[in-house]
């Protein structure tokens, strides 16, 4: 396509934003209603996303070893595990080091433990993290089958729960962010019939003179995309506002470490950009619904 037919073709749907007047108001306060609550789904299912990534990382099997195994028993029960293709690391943990974690996890209540130093009644264990926490279960089966294994501790009930909550917050979240693009689509789609509608006897002489349908076309893609991006305008500056102060006021009064919200940069940048683009999306694709279905020509 020539420069100046692009020109053209941008004047044209240029024009034809304006001319709409209401409607295009109206189009783009349903694209920005629609965006605003994209942005928010977006980036609260985002960090959603990763607090769930950082609970997942921190999953771990811990196998308490038979308090009757040697040593080599014990480095043959290591490399058994190892050969399990989900195990990501396996860290040996000796019953000293396990009873000295207990104290130091129970405080000042846990200098009562410090007399069992003497005769440690522990297990040792292995600490085992997945390649992937969605193994967990598989990993801890596998190991419970296993000689001088005296039991394997993972938290079922919990990471079951965690695995469940996260997978139906993201499925939840994008059929929520699916609908709502939907929506404005068929909010653009409707506004670019009107214009179609308002101009089929132009586009009928365009025709008759030889116009090809792409030339025809153009100009109403361009009005769809100017009609996305300018509802996206304020999308992006509230949503990044807002999360400006919501990072600032809140990353240092959290209390649990696995709860940590994304960077606000790079992140509110890869979020406007994300916005920007359904938007862009959400205006070409609409004013394409549009063309192949009342565009007679």
């Known amino acids: 396509m020539k420069f100046r037919t692009l020109g053209r073709h941008t004047r044209e749907g240029s024009k034809s934003v304006w001319r709409n007047g209401w409607m295009t108001v109206s189009a783009i306060g349903a694209v920005t209603t629609t965006l605003l609550l994209v942005g ?107 000689d ?42 409707n506004t670019i019939k009107i214009t179609i509608i308002a101009r089929r006897k132009e586009i009928g002489i365009m025709k008759l003179v030889g116009a090809t349908n792409g030339f025809i076309r153009w100009p109403f893609f361009i009005e769809g995309l100017l009609l996305g991006v300018l ?21 240092d009064n959290i209390k649990f470490e696995f709860i940590e919200l994304l960077p606000f940069y790079p992140f509110a940048l890869q979020l406007s950009g994300i916005i920007l683009a359904i938007g862009a999306f959400i205006g070409v694709w609409g004013s394409v619904m549009s063309v192949r279905k009342f565009l007679k020509v």
């Open 40 to 146: 928010v789904f977006l980036a609260l299912m985002l960090n959603l996303n990763e607090i769930a990534s950082n609970v997942e990382e921190d999953v771990e099997v811990k196998v308490l070893l038979d308090l009757t195994a040697s040593e080599e028993q014990i480095d043959n029960l290591r490399e058994e595990i190892e050969g399990i293709s989900e195990v990501g690391s396996i860290t040996f943990s000796s019953k000293e080091e396990e009873l000295n974690q207990l104290i130091d996890s129970l405080g000042d209540k846990g200098q009562a433990f410090e007399l069992f130093k003497q005769s440690n009644p522990l297990n040792d264990a292995f600490i085992i993290k997945p390649k992937d926490p969605i193994d967990t279960v598989d990993i801890a089966e596998k190991i419970e089958k296993m």
């Open 231 to 251: 509802g996206s305008i304020i999308p992006i500056a509230a949503v990044v506002t807002g999360y400006y102060y919501l990072y600032y006021n809140l990353r």
């Open 148 to 189: 001088y294994v005296y039991q394997v501790d993972y938290g079922e009930e919990v990471v079951q729960q965690i695995f469940q909550f996260n997978k139906y917050a993201r499925t939840i979240g994008l059929a929520l962010i699916i609908g709502l693009v939907f929506t404005a689509i068929f909010l653009i789609s």
